[in-house]
């Protein structure tokens, strides 16, 4: 009996061993499966992440070369305007110290403003550079002097640069106009030079009353009125300045023809 418990004790743990061998084998089996899916799922992030890092360079390239084509092709869009076509001194464009310019430009030019440059001509010792900027095609020259001429030339301005200048043309201010007052009556007087000095002369005999260039002898102007009482002179200015009178010895010879 004993032997045969021993028999059966022998074969059971035999059996147990062979079992456990084998539910070893087993379960090294799935954890090296385990294993397997766990590297196969650790190489499909790393796949999946070097996708994700080069498909954001390659958007990153493309959204450096789409902003260089829009640059260029702003730049294309916004070039340099070409000259302005300064037009010629138009008639009753001017008066005794002012000048209106007028110029035409490029209809395809982007343009933000328009320099003017306006500089005496000849061009003297203290003539300084005149520079205005407008947005319109054209451009009044203010303050300037009486019966002077003046080059005038115009550069059209945007964002990308400055254009060349356009041809420099010469415009002539108009000659100071002079005017009589007499009895209410105002006349005009019309002048082929600009008077330095106004003379005026007074023949009492004959009731007249006439101005001069007192420097060229040209007959400004002649006013007839007979004069019951002695005359006596006055002066006056229009606007704030200085008035300087000088009596002559003797009766110029131009106011006797």
């Not at 003297?124 to 001429?149: I, N, Q």
């Not at 945007?158 to 200048?165: E, Q, R």
């Not at 082929?192 to 007249?208: I, K, M, N, Y």
């Not at 060229?216 to 008035?243: I, Y």
Request: with cysteine; glycine share 4%; aromatic share 8%.
């Amino acid at each position: 009996m004993q032997a045969q418990n021993e028999e059966m004790m022998a074969l059971v743990m035999e059996q147990y061993n062979a079992m456990s061998v084998s539910m070893e084998e087993e379960k090294k089996a799935k954890l090296e499966q385990l294993y397997d899916k766990i590297v196969s799922y650790q190489e499909n992030i790393d796949s999946a992440k070097t996708t994700l890092e080069t498909t954001a360079r390659e958007a990153e390239t493309d959204a450096r070369v789409h902003a260089a084509f829009v640059i260029v092709t702003i730049a294309v869009i916004a070039s340099v305007p070409q000259r302005p076509t300064l037009q010629p001194q138009e008639h009753s464009s001017a008066s005794s110290t002012s000048v209106t310019v007028y110029w035409k430009v490029n209809p395809g030019d982007i343009i933000d403003c328009f320099q003017v440059y306006c500089v005496e001509d000849p061009q003297g010792a203290v003539s300084e550079e005149y520079r205005v900027t407008v947005k319109e095609s054209y451009c009044v020259l203010e303050d300037l002097e009486p019966d002077r001429k003046y080059k005038v030339w115009v550069m059209a301005v945007n964002y990308a640069g400055c254009s060349l200048p356009s041809e420099r043309l010469l415009f002539s201010t108009g000659q100071c106009r002079y005017q009589l007052l007499h009895n209410r009556v105002q006349s005009s007087v019309f002048v082929t030079e600009t008077p330095e000095r106004v003379g005026a002369f007074l023949d009492h005999q004959l009731s007249c009353l006439s101005f001069y260039n007192a420097c060229s002898g040209q007959l400004l102007g002649t006013f007839t009125q007979r004069f019951s009482q002695p005359c006596h002179p006055a002066l006056a200015l229009e606007q704030p300045g200085s008035l300087q009178v000088c009596m002559v010895p003797e009766v110029p010879e131009f106011t006797k023809s």
